[in-house]
């Protein structure tokens, strides 16, 4: 069951869960509003073929930029860290969310990578993809996700931060 504005601040107060920077203004309904950090990665190529089973190190196609603002063009995508840094408990599970008013411009902003470990302690690296035939630019400090919560049955004994794979490097 997906907690509530209510239960998130509840497990915040237990500890269960840590959003570092955390503002009341991003709290809705049942989600909190995660935002851009000026951490973007850019394709290093443009085009060209990539095996998908051979490539065991996908961050090597991509190149690290710093800005206020990146400029998306139709078709292209790139890869953004949230500003805010989450922590969340070994019996919590966190699923990162699109909010409606990118979607409507089309824009994705996780490609299929929607799970937030339970045990995670990281910032959330977003797959950010501009699927229509406008420009978008998109800037540092844009909520563009949503993350919602929910408790698991039982704790996992395998935390993510112990036991992913790169999970101390975001």
């Given at each position: 069951m997906y907690l509530s504005n209510k239960d998130i601040l509840k497990e915040i107060a237990r500890g269960n869960i840590e959003i570092s920077p955390f503002d009341p203004k991003h709290l809705s309904q049942a989600s909190y509003d995660l935002a851009l950090?000026?951490?973007?990665?850019?394709?290093?190529?443009?085009?060209g073929e990539v095996d998908v089973v051979e490539s065991t190190e996908p961050h090597k196609l991509m190149k690290k930029i710093i800005a206020k603002s990146i400029v998306l063009k139709?078709?292209?995508f790139c890869l953004a860290k949230t500003s805010e840094k989450i922590r969340i408990s070994n019996?919590?599970?966190?699923?990162?969310?699109?909010r409606s008013r990118f979607a409507r411009l089309g824009m994705t902003v996780h490609v299929t990578s929607a799970v937030i470990q339970p045990g995670s302690d990281n910032h959330q690296i977003l797959e950010i993809a501009n699927l229509s035939p406008f420009t978008l630019k998109l800037y540092a400090g844009e909520r563009v996700s949503q993350v919602y919560f929910e408790r698991l049955e039982s704790p996992t004994d395998k935390p993510y931060k112990k036991f992913g794979k790169i999970a101390t490097k975001q």
């Amino acid at each position: 069951m997906y907690l509530s504005n209510k239960d998130i601040l509840k497990e915040i107060a237990r500890g269960n869960i840590e959003i570092s920077p955390f503002d009341p203004k991003h709290l809705s309904q049942a989600s909190y509003d995660l935002a851009l950090s000026s951490e973007f990665y850019v394709p290093r190529k443009a085009r060209g073929e990539v095996d998908v089973v051979e490539s065991t190190e996908p961050h090597k196609l991509m190149k690290k930029i710093i800005a206020k603002s990146i400029v998306l063009k139709p078709q292209e995508f790139c890869l953004a860290k949230t500003s805010e840094k989450i922590r969340i408990s070994n019996s919590i599970i966190g699923i990162l969310g699109g909010r409606s008013r990118f979607a409507r411009l089309g824009m994705t902003v996780h490609v299929t990578s929607a799970v937030i470990q339970p045990g995670s302690d990281n910032h959330q690296i977003l797959e950010i993809a501009n699927l229509s035939p406008f420009t978008l630019k998109l800037y540092a400090g844009e909520r563009v996700s949503q993350v919602y919560f929910e408790r698991l049955e039982s704790p996992t004994d395998k935390p993510y931060k112990k036991f992913g794979k790169i999970a101390t490097k975001q």
